[in-house]
Nanobody, 129 residues
Framework: YAQLVETGGESVQSGGSLTLSCVVSGYATLTSCLAWFRQAPGEEREAVAGIDSHEVTMYADSVKGRFTITQDNAENTLHLKMNNLKPEDTAIYYC???????????????????????WGQGTQVSVSS
C-alpha cells in the first residue's frame, strides 16, 4: 500500500517562506489527484492546493498567489512552496493521494477529503506575527 511522508514544516515569522515536500511510495500517481490539506486546532481539515496528472492546479482562495503546488514525477514527490506566510496559515499540513483524477467528472471535487485514499502523517507549520 502507499506511504506518504511529508517534510519541511517549521516555525517561521509572518512574511516568511517554506517549502513542504511529500514523498509517495508504493503507489503510481500518474493518473491521480494529489493535494495538500491543512488542519488547525479546533478546525476542520481544509483543502489548500491540488494537482492532477496533466499538471492542472487548483488552489483555495486563501492561498492563491502565495502558494504553488508542483509534482516531480521522476521522484514521485509533491511540493508546496509557500510564500508570504501569515499567522492564519498555522496548521498541520497533510499530503493526500486520490484514486482518480481531480476533475469532478472523476468523482468528488478535489477539495473534499473523502476523495483521497492515502494520507501522510502531517507536518506542522507555525507562523508567528
Amino acid at each position: 500500500y502507499a506511504q506518504l511522508v511529508e517534510t519541511g514544516g517549521e516555525s517561521v515569522q509572518s512574511g516568511g517562506s517554506l517549502t513542504l515536500s511529500c514523498v509517495v511510495s508504493g503507489y503510481a500517481t500518474l493518473t491521480s489527484c494529489l493535494a495538500w490539506f491543512r488542519q488547525a486546532p479546533g478546525e476542520e481539515r481544509e483543502a489548500v492546493a491540488g494537482i492532477d496528472s496533466h499538471e492542472v492546479t487548483m488552489y483555495a482562495d486563501s492561498v492563491k498567489g502565495r502558494f504553488t503546488i508542483t509534482q516531480d514525477n521522476a521522484e514521485n514527490t509533491l511540493h508546496l512552496k509557500m510564500n508570504n506566510l501569515k499567522p492564519e496559515d498555522t496548521a498541520i499540513y497533510y499530503c493526500a493521494v486520490s484514486g482518480s483524477r481531480c476533475a469532478m467528472l472523476y468523482g468528488l471535487p478535489w477539495g473534499r477529503p473523502a476523495k483521497y485514499i492515502y494520507w501522510g502523517q502531517g507536518t506542522q507549520v507555525s507562523v508567528s506575527s
